[in-house]
């Protein structure tokens, strides 16, 4: 059954191709084809998990994809307890939200649309975890990254929207520079792309890797350094995090799909297929522990006083990648993967709940002009409330064990700080999951009234999916309830056997350490508990007690402003200024190099102004004055058509006979 592995990204291709042709004609039977090869798809990936689980692996190379003189990559798939593990998740979370997107996005004239995006998305992913070459990686990577921009645009008639997609697509290409570069340094060095070349040859050539370079650092620095600036702009951290609150303008399951099982886990994927090469580069893996734990406590802090729901999630999700990467940082490369699966489930829970809530109060996201809503979607709210214990870390959901051997992995390594800033990220986690919750569906109704008169549970394509993920958010983490004895870690230890987990310097007790940390994921509900049903007007006296500090967290620091004014506003002000350029203005004209230099200035204007400008506006005068001639022959008349068709019967009789 492992040859079938190409049938696992195949399959959804084929739902794009079809409803991509014929969805003028599919329209509302486009999920048809749209969940049923993601169906399809999930169960040949099952299959073939339980024979990775069984110890069988693969290592195929279809075809050869690119031959250019000693540079040759090759379409190939890899399955390995990594491959699989991110293969499962990615074809049954995705699965579910197809699922709940029948019963969402009924009725919206981009239904077949919007069902060939997704599985276009899913087909990207699955490349990209399956492929056994950094190549092929590449091209799911960027695909994904397109996917992202269709999808967080869909609704392109909003500018809100179509902003957002241009702010991903744009914010990505960033990182994705940094990754390219990457991967011609490791063209470069080993001779290959191909996974396993270049991970057996990394211990062979250590001492070649691990030589001073460039700025100090060795070439496995700059190699790692650089794949981590892909990992920063894909998986939202700082400072490339901004484009990930703005892609809440999509659709809700794109923002499901996006934060739980596809584009964001890209990055720690990633960095946990590299960990042979990252654990040849303390330093780098120094950059991902407290780049990750840093964005953690970043944004953690940010969603305390959001009012949209969705982006208090959004800003959940950013804080829970920084929580991955901090595993990885600190060779806990399989606690970050295992963070990664369980938190897909409880991830596209919260999303699908909000999705919910804002179906039930046709559009509502403001979580100010909501509550009581327990009473009116118990489903929605059972789920939420499960989905935000785990995301809290309480004991025995599943983010608690992912989580919690994140930290111990943190402070088992001497990494105090590192540990302290997890856990001042945890508490913060706690207070705002549980704030969102109790405002939802807690406390008195602040709904309008027109509103709460038609307030309702959502139906069951969409209800479902929220209990299925509510189980699997329930148990999914006692597949790693231990490092040394669980059926996930004993998995992947092939994996990792290399890099290994984080190595004790300090080994305090994991039973003293869970303790910890359900305290203080407790004591972040019970400030919540006070601050919004206990104490009602305690937050708004609070956020008037330390004005400052409140609306500084309200506008997100005013980053992306700060972005706008640095990158956006200056470089059009640049742009016109350079196309634009004369003598007036250009000072030290009282000596030869000032001369010299405003004459090239007026040249070069002059010259941009009448010959580029020229010769591009004469070839779009050109082609519209001919469509203004061509168009004299469509009139739309059928008469004038007829008396053509007349007149060239005639020239042709007359041609033929005389």
Known sequence: MLKLIWLVPVLPLVGVVINGIFGRWTRERAHILGVGTTGLSFLIAFGIFLQAAGGATLNWDVYTWIPVGEFTASVGFLVDPLSAVMMLVVTFVGFLIHVYSVGYMHGDPGYARFFTYL???????????????????????????LCSYLLIGFWYQKKSASDAGKKAFVVNRIGDAGFLLGLFLIWETFGSLSYAEIFPRAEAIRTVLERDSVFGFSLVTWITLLLFVGAIGKSAQLPLYVWLPDAMEGPTPVSALIHAATMVTAGVYMVARSNLLFSLAPF??????????????????????????KRVVAYSTISQLGYMFLGCGVGAYAGGVFHLATHAFFKALLFLGCGSVIHGLSGEQDARKMGGLRREMPITAVTFFLAALANAGIFPLAGFWSKDQILHAAI????VWLWALGAAGAFGTAFYMFRLYFLIFEGPSRMDKHVAHHVHESPKLMAVPLMILGFFTVVAGLFGYSVEHSPYYRFVEPVFRVAGEAAGQHEPSELLMAIVSVAIAAAGIALAYLMYLGRPGMADRLADRFRGLYTLLLNKYWVDEWYNAVFVDFGKKLCRGLWSVDSRGVDGVVNGTGALTVLMSRISAAFDFRFVDGLVNAIADLIQGGSQIFRRTQTGVIQNYLLAMAMGVFVIVCLFFF
């Not at 087909?123 to 960027?142: C, D, K």
């Not at 991902?288 to 940010?302: P, S």
């Not at 088992?412 to 990494?415: E, K, P, Q």
């Open 119 to 145: 599985n276009l998305f899913m087909t990207s992913m699955l490349i990209l975890v399956l492929a056994n070459n950094y190549l092929l990686m590449f091209l799911g990577w960027e695909g994904v990254g």
């Open 412 to 415: 088992a390594s001497g990494h």
């Open 284 to 309: 780098s893996m120094g950059v991902v522990a407290w780049v990750g734990a840093l964005t953690a406590v970043f944004a953690a802090t940010i969603a305390l006083v959001q009012t949209d729901i």
